[in-house]
């Protein structure tokens, strides 16, 4: 697989376009937040939509699989070799007000922070975005889990999504269009998320500033945000808290290998150093048994758990 790579886009064009890049034999740890993973046979970062057309065209025909990466911040990828082709969307830059009547559409591009999003929207007195607020990864990240906190989800603000299917081509779907769930989009994996456009309301920069730093704080207090984690292992049952679940479970600060569920919040396990995959995936069948015998509910997993060859 490698050499078919190197054969057509080290040797050829494609990829040299720009400040586009390919790696091989890449270790995914770098590139999760997690710090877990095995090595990508094919690691890519392309900038623009043409180096990234190329690739997903060529790993198509080639029967390649494909894993797009925005900040890493939402997956648990194994410990094994990885025979796949890992698309980075950190090239993908750009933030714009399109349209100022009555609010603005601000389109921002994949691999733009969400951080870096909502910093731009609340110095241009941007409002509606402020409940994302200490939410790690990049806006494509965030649109494909319709990533959430506070009571809010980014779909309340999207306007539509600009989408590259495997065959190349791009569309725009509406809201609507993009099916919207819980910590989800009807998006196939195969498909990217290549920028999206947001409809914002007008409010005073200080105002949405004075918002952001309130729901960051309680984050803060609440979550180990500056510990290696993948953020909620686990969606929330209706009507309950998985975080509760597993802290009445008596799971708070269990650990297996170098992985702990976290004595600040225990829907976050986090990795205290040398913590592989399947440390995390064992505590993660513990939790889910212990709450399903002792409650009868089963968790369901909210990270995105990226299978090397030897999980099939
Ligand atoms: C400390 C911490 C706190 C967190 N708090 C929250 C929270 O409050 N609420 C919340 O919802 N999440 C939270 N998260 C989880 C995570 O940060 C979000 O889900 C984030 O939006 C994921 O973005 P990402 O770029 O890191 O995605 P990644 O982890 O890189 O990818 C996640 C999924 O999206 C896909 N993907 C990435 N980019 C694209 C693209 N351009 N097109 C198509 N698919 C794509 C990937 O293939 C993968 O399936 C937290 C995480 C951490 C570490």
Not at 87 to 114: D, H, M, W, Y
Not at 138 to 147: C, F, T, W
């Amino acid at each position: 697989m490698r050499e078919k790579f190197e054969r057509v886009f080290l040797k050829g064009k494609g990829l040299h376009a720009g400040d586009s890049w390919i790696k091989f034999d890449e270790p995914l740890k770098a590139h999760t937040s997690l710090r877990t993973g095995g090595r990508a046979a094919v690691f890519a970062r392309p900038e623009g939509l043409d180096p990234l057309k190329e690739l997903l065209l060529f790993a198509r025909d080639e029967g390649v699989r494909v894993h797009l990466l925005g900040g890493g911040t939402n997956v648990l990828v194994t410990d094994g070799y990885h025979r796949a082709l890992f698309i980075q969307t950190g090239g993908f830059k750009g933030i714009e007000i399109l349209n100022e009547s009555g609010g603005a559409r601000v389109k921002a591009s994949c691999g733009e922070a969400l951080k870096g999003l909502l910093s731009y929207c609340q110095k241009a007195g941007l409002s509606g975005l402020e409940g994302l607020s200490g939410i790690p990864g990049s806006v494509g990240g965030a649109v494909l889990g319709n990533s959430g906190s506070f009571g809010m989800e980014i779909k309340d603000s999207l306007a539509s999504a600009d989408v590259l299917g495997p065959d190349g081509e791009m569309k725009t779907l509406t809201r609507d269009q993009m099916g919207f769930r819980y910590r989800g989009t009807a998006l196939g994996e195969d498909e990217a998320v290549v920028s999206a456009e947001f409809l914002l309301r007008r409010d005073e920069p200080e105002a949405i500033k004075e918002k952001m730093n309130d729901f960051f704080e309680i984050k803060k207090k609440s979550q180990p945000i500056s510990e290696h984690s993948a953020g909620c292992v686990f969606k929330n049952p209706e009507g309950a808290s998985a975080g509760r679940l597993i802290e009445e479970a008596g799971l708070k600060g269990t650990k297996t290998g170098g992985v702990m569920i976290s004595p600040v919040h225990a829907n976050f396990f986090v990795n205290t150093g040398g913590g592989t995959a399947a440390d995390f995936l064992a505590l993660m069948d513990m939790a889910r048994e212990k709450v399903l015998k002792q409650t009868g509910i089963p968790l369901e997993p909210e990270i995105r758990i990226v299978k090397d060859e030897s999980y099939g």
